[in-house]
């Protein structure tokens, strides 16, 4: 399967595969594989590098009712040019395998270029849609108590405007004592 979905990675050594583990818990129930998702979203397929075939089509809904939506493309390349800035910033910062980054965002382009630049560096990513209000977003950071955590500038609906910085700072002072 690995070879015919062309999966970008080390098989490891035989055998492959622990009969024993659960396949719940993937790391060992394939105890010598290592795989990137970020590699493999951005590298393992025909499109990849593409600077003419578009990876993601983001439509922001606009302040007003009267306003036109803002819409933004993104190539592969430019993901990927994108996620290569935002994984080398992460890195700045010292994020390494196994932190935690979680993300105050909308459902966007941003969000999309964090989980990747995450994963790339072999962090694991979480989010939070701000439809959860300021509690739900605390208590939700709380459980996996981010190292790194991102925020859009601001989150824009028909009638208002969430500003997020403040959040932001919050958790990266919380986790930096």
């Not at 394939?30 to 990137?36: E, F, G, I, S, T």
């Not at 009267?66 to 290569?84: C, G, Q, Y």
């Not at 977003?137 to 190292?147: A, G, K, T, W, Y």
Request: charged share 20%.
């Amino acid at each position: 399967m690995w070879d015919y979905y062309g999966i970008i990675g080390e098989k490891g050594q035989a055998p492959l595969i622990n009969k024993e583990a659960s396949m719940l818990s993937l790391k060992d129930f394939v105890p010598r594989a290592r795989l990137n998702y970020a590699e493999n979203v951005l590298f393992g397929h025909p499109n990849a590098m593409s600077d003419c075939k578009l990876a993601i089509v983001d439509a922001f809904e606009p302040a007003s009712p009267d306003a036109t939506p803002i819409k933004r493309s993104l190539t592969f390349k430019s993901l990927t040019h994108e996620v290569n800035i935002l994984s080398n910033a992460m890195r700045k910062l010292n994020v390494k395998p196994g932190d935690r980054i979680a993300a105050y965002s909308a459902n966007n382009a941003e969000t999309v270029i964090s989980v990747l630049a995450a994963t790339a560096l072999g962090g694991v990513f979480t989010s939070v849609a701000a439809e959860m209000g300021p509690i739900g977003v605390l208590e939700r950071f709380e459980q996996v108590s981010p190292c790194s955590p991102r925020s859009s500038k601001s989150l824009c609906y028909p009638s208002s405007t969430m500003l997020t910085t403040s959040m932001k700072c919050y958790f990266y002072r919380q986790n930096r004592r």
